[in-house]
């Protein structure tokens, strides 16, 4: 599990073709790999890899055709810089919201423009995962959790201070750009809940969670 808060900007050193998948070779910068070992977990733009080598400052994650297909990973290339973020330890402290690292599309930056201090992008997402961006609710884009202005149809908006924009490649998008996508968690659950099965798990007696009742509730 992680949170979305970056610890460091890592730079893909090698990315090589291994038994008809893929060996991705980082460089990890300022990230401390000293409590890392191999198996452990790591953040690479918001998508979940397992560490298969390790070294001083570097990596190594397979990456498997599946996960190319379905993420922006497929477009890296030595040299691209990528955001980092080790798997949370029980007893660090929860700065975003919970990220599983398994992402559920891949977005497109339709616009960006001056906001203050700040920077105002608007991103497209697929139409299969819009329904789960809330206005105000939380989302995963790169692995940076951020805030949800506004949502437009199958479009939505954050803000972006300048830390973000420093210490992410966030700050470093252009329009058109591929982001990886994670909704947040609690909306595939709630959506599950009302699904209209009256079931929940191996629950077959039907669930007292209804529209209806968290509208009476003062949820909606």
Known sequence: ????????????????????EWRLEINTGLLNLDDVKIGDSVSVNGCCLTVVSLGVSTFGADVSNETLSCTSLSSLKPGSRINLEKAMAAVGRFGGHIVSGHVDGVGTLYSQKEDGQ??????EAPEEISRYIAGKGSICVDGVSL??????????????????????????????????????????????????????????????????????????
């Open 1 to 20: 599990m992680f949170t979305g808060i970056i610890e460091a900007l890592g730079e893909v050193s090698r990315l090589e073709r291994i038994n008809s």
């Open 118 to 123: 700040s920077r105002r992008l608007v991103f």
């Open 147 to 220: 805030t949800v202005n506004a949502v437009m149809n199958n479009q939505f908006s954050i803000n972006v201070i300048p830390h973000t924009q420093k210490e992410t490649i966030i700050g470093s998008y252009v329009e058109g750009q591929e982001v990886n996508l994670e909704v947040d968690l609690f909306a595939r659950y709630l959506e599950r809940l009302l699904d209209g099965t009256g079931r929940t798990g191996s629950d077959n007696k039907g669930s007292k969670l209804s529209k209806e009742f968290l509208g009476i509730h003062g949820f909606d």
